[in-house]
């Protein structure tokens, strides 16, 4: 008998990989459909066998947003990376290190410091080290406004010759935006905003080839990506409640469950039925309360199938506390000691990120293989 | 030259040893002060030599989280232990296992069901798994409350005979307590319930030599132990920012920080000052915000002196955003790309559980030794 979930130890993590397959087909052929190229971002599965399948069809690039990423991933014969993080002087023996052992590895900078570290490293005879301008398309993080013509034209030319290989932006706003109209604005919004700047590049003379935009929302909603190059994007491989949240997917594509075990009940506590405890606390599940809607996760039942109204509502350490949804009425099952729930997370580079592995089921509950995941920096 | 911090990739987790010492050695000498043993949680540091600095002058016992903890810490030679999380029937011969091989691992619960899972065992001809009945002495997660008289003793009957080793509490809602009156309360409050508890199970003619309460706010207020064998507890040995607003320490006796590294500003952004940006983001602090007061982190310069009023005000995976406290005046420092800040933790078992190992200072800024952290269940 193959080994199925009821023989995993929990809390665990899941994953249904004919989900995660089609997750992955649907992003790839919406993107070529837009004359766009996609690089994966691989920091949301760390995982080889995963990142083979987020990168299946592809052109052999992908993101990552550690080192440690990068390493493992060119360990792997990915040939083809840029780190989506701004640069640190410090991080540049490593990145060359990559670069000299055949890895086209690219960094992202937005101020003139940045490039002048880098044209230090190529005045000291070392060939340059490829850098994308990071350009803010929406105010919430890092990068340089468009609008912002003279600075951007002075980080360019802070870089050494023949250092620059285009711009990018990261519309993260877009995890705000709620409804159709919003999200194709955020993606509109966050194309216009690197092809501006890649023109504005491009009219002071430098080639800028790559114009690279993405976010999982934007990603599927953007209707134009004219003058775009390449969209990254990490969490559509698995989804989750804050992407179901937005509407860029259901929670029948939501591919990774926490697996727990019922260890106690307290039929006194909180709403209708009680609280249910489980063994998976915000170790398992993480801190990430998402959109604040689904507590720390929704309740499936051991196949999988949503309970709708039962979630996470409290955790400790090793605890998570289920009840029922504020507001609603028909009461939750009685689940005894020892029985089984899937936990579908709020968020899942957090969630996943508290597992070293993946079970990997084929649509049912069988486990046909285990994916080794990696973490650090 | 020995390295210093300089020397560390970011982000990273610092850990002073000479704080951590000193805040061992003050509960230890708190709690024999009022009678009782000390039975440290190793859950908050998962690390054999941070555990020795936990049970240096110590009787050998200790608490685990999980079995993995308990599985590791046995490894390490220590012999008498508590899995302090509601036991499920499936983990029972991991238990046995560890048993088996000579170590004293306690298991805890609060229903008939698992008291018969432990009974079936007993009858199969396994000697006794002991068990502590978890008693709930706030309302805040799990145990039997003491009023439950019936119920406490039907559980005690439902177990093996010779089974009851004892009884536990753990005051969680003690991190909601706020000043010294309620914290106070709250210690005694538990000890009440766990003593409470072991009456009533003595006086129907069970042995019960065990009364375990603990946790880190109880811990420092208690001001009697009488009839408590031994107080848990886990935070302490780190402290953090949850534990200095709730007044259980100073900033001072924070042992653990978050070395990061400046990647860039966004001057136009936030309040005074802007926005500095690290490559410390949730990835490196947790998604824990603690009791809201701190962001995700106070900011530090490298020699980890507090800057009071600069937080890490947000957070993706891999950035933190740095700015002013929200109404404070005082402008931040502006620190260049590439200068080093240490960030203060909300929640020390959350955040250290993103590391894989402590770079230990010995209360300067020279890396003394890399003490490996482990995780998972």
Not at 102 to 108: E, F, K, P, Q, S
Not at 218 to 231: I, N, Q, S
Request: charged share 20%; aromatic share 6%; hydrophobic share 40%.
């Amino acid at each position: 008998m193959p080994p199925t979930i009821s023989d995993l130890p929990t809390p665990c993590l899941l994953l249904d990989r004919p989900r995660m397959e089609r997750n992955c087909r649907r992003l790839r052929q919406r993107i070529a459909g837009l004359g766009a190229a996609l690089r994966p971002h691989l920091k949301t599965c760390k995982s080889l066998p995963a990142a083979e399948i987020m990168m299946a069809g592809g052109d052999g690039s992908a993101t990552a947003s550690t080192l440690r990423e990068a390493e493992e991933f060119a360990a792997a014969g990915v040939r083809d990376l840029i780190y989506a993080v701004g640069i640190s002087p410090q991080k540049l023996d490593r990145v060359a290190r990559l670069r000299a052992a055949g890895v086209d590895l690219a960094v992202i900078l937005d101020s003139t410091e940045q490039a002048e570290a880098l044209a230090a490293r190529a005045r000291g005879g070392e060939a340059p080290i490829p850098a994308l301008i990071e350009i803010d398309a929406d105010g919430h993080r890092a990068g340089i406004r468009a609008e912002r013509r003279e600075f951007l034209l002075a980080v360019a030319r802070a870089l050494p010759p023949g250092g620059l290989r285009g711009v990018l932006t990261h519309a993260g706003d877009s995890y705000h935006a709620h409804g159709t109209a919003a999200l194709e604005q955020a993606a509109e919004q966050e194309r216009a905003a690197a092809v501006t700047a890649a023109g504005i590049l491009r009219s002071a003379g430098f080639a800028c080839p790559v114009v690279s935009v993405g976010s999982t929302p934007t990603a599927h909603f953007a209707r134009d990506l004219t003058g775009v190059t390449e969209v990254r994007a990490g969490v559509y491989c698995f989804f989750d409640l804050v992407m179901a949240g937005l509407g860029v997917c259901t929670l029948d594509d939501i591919a990774c469950t926490v697996l727990a075990t019922v260890i106690g009940h307290q039929p006194e506590k909180g709403p209708l039925g009680g609280w249910t405890l489980t063994d998976a606390g915000w170790m398992a599940l993480s801190r990430d309360r998402g959109d604040g809607a689904q507590g720390y996760g929704l309740v499936c039942d051991a196949a999988g199938r949503p309970y709708e109204n039962w979630l996470v509502v409290e955790t400790s350490q090793e605890h998570g506390v289920l009840a029922l949804r504020p507001g609603t009425k028909q009461p939750p099952p009685r689940l005894a000691v020892g029985e089984r729930v899937r936990i579908l997370p709020n968020h899942i580079c957090a969630t996943a990120a508290q597992f070293d592995s993946y079970y990997v089921l084929d649509g049912g509950t069988e486990v046909i293989a285990e994916w080794p995941r990696f973490r650090g920096w």
